[in-house]
Every structure is written in C-alpha cells, then in structure tokens.
C-alpha cells in the first residue's frame, strides 16, 4: 500500500479566501500565501484519501515550530530565543520519518 506524506503547519489556520487574488500577483504577503498553500495541501491530501483512500494513505503532518533557516533574517538574539523554544530540524525530521514509517 503506498503511503504520501505532506509537511503541514498550523499556519493553515489563519488561510482566508479573501487572499486568493494575492495568488496571481507579487508573491507578498508571503505569509498569506503560505498559508493558503498549507490549507491547500490538507485539503488535497483529504480529496485524494476519498478518492484513492484504500490504495493509498494520505497525511499531513505538522512537526511543530522548527528552528529552521526560515529566520536566517531575524536578528541573533531573536534566533537565539527561537532555538531555545523551538524543535530542532532534527527532531522535526524524525517526525517525518516517524509518520514515513508508522504503521
């Protein structure tokens, strides 16, 4: 049985509807879109499952906040701060193996 996995993010929260029209413009608010795109893949992981649902496996997971290269711009002492309550990419990765592999 095949098995697909999408990285999700609680970002998907805060998606609207009214940001649609962002979509076709200049990629900012990056934020917006980022979240369209995490609600986007849930929904199509949701589609497919009741579509392909017993020859596949659809899931999303979300590993959390990481303390990801994602806040390269931010000042030292904010990333300092972030990796101290942030997950680590490595345990964010073992996440993602852990969901690969469960069965």
């Given at each position: 049985r095949?098995?697909?996995?999408?990285?999700?993010?609680?970002?998907?929260?805060?998606?609207?509807?009214?940001?649609?029209p962002?979509?076709?413009?200049?990629?900012?608010?990056?934020?917006?879109?980022?979240?369209?795109?995490k609600?986007?893949?849930?929904?199509?992981?949701?589609?497919?499952?009741?579509?392909?649902?017993?020859?596949?496996?659809?899931?999303?997971?979300?590993?959390?906040?990481?303390?990801?290269?994602?806040?390269?711009?931010?000042?030292?002492?904010?990333?300092?701060?972030?990796?101290?309550?942030?997950?680590?990419?490595?345990?964010?990765?073992?996440?993602?193996?852990?969901?690969?592999?469960?069965?």
């Amino acid at each position: 049985r095949g098995r697909v996995i999408s990285t999700s993010s609680v970002m998907h929260r805060t998606a609207s509807t009214d940001k649609f029209p962002l979509v076709d413009q200049v990629r900012t608010p990056y934020v917006s879109l980022y979240s369209l795109s995490k609600l986007s893949q849930i929904l199509m992981s949701t589609a497919l499952h009741r579509r392909y649902g017993e020859e596949v496996s659809f899931h999303c997971f979300n590993p959390g906040g990481v303390a990801s290269d994602i806040w390269r711009d931010y000042p030292a002492w904010k990333r300092r701060l972030l990796s101290l309550v942030l997950l680590s990419p490595t345990s964010a990765a073992e996440t993602m193996v852990a969901t690969c592999l469960c069965e």
